[in-house]
């Protein structure tokens, strides 16, 4: 079965930082671009950051230098390190997988960040 399924979310505190963790199952890690999104209350969900399966990286402007992407093959794991949090990282975040050859689109269920001031 495929699935995706985030954790580290958190409240913490302005200035704080968080490991988010997303774990693959059913083989499609090693095959699949990899993305991280959030969704604050009211907005629509954006892009934050991305890994390709040969470990390029890609930000979001808002997020550059204080995030980054890594990802884990041995685990099937990615990751999402936050650093420098601002009360606008506030959101729900969601890891995506997407392998345009074999055809698949897969969302994670998220995990709740909260960066108080």
């Known amino acids: 079965q495929v699935q995706l399924v985030e954790s580290g979310g958190n409240l913490v505190q302005a200035g704080g930082s968080l490991r988010l963790a997303c774990v693959a199952s059913?083989?499609?890690?090693?095959?699949?671009?990899m993305k991280w999104y959030r969704q604050a209350p009211g907005k629509q969900r954006e892009l934050v950051a991305t890994i390709t399966r040969g470990g390029s990286t890609g930000y979001a402007d808002s997020v550059k230098g204080r995030f980054t992407i890594s990802r884990d093959y041995a685990k099937n794991t990615m990751y999402l390190q936050m650093n420098s949090l601002k009360s606008e990282d506030t959101g729900v975040y969601y890891c995506?997988?997407?392998?345009?050859?074999?055809?698949?689109?897969?969302w994670g269920q998220g995990t709740q960040v909260t960066v108080s001031l």
């Open positions: 995506n997988a997407v392998s345009v050859t074999l055809g698949y689109d897969v």
């Open positions: 059913g083989n499609i890690f090693s095959h699949s671009f």
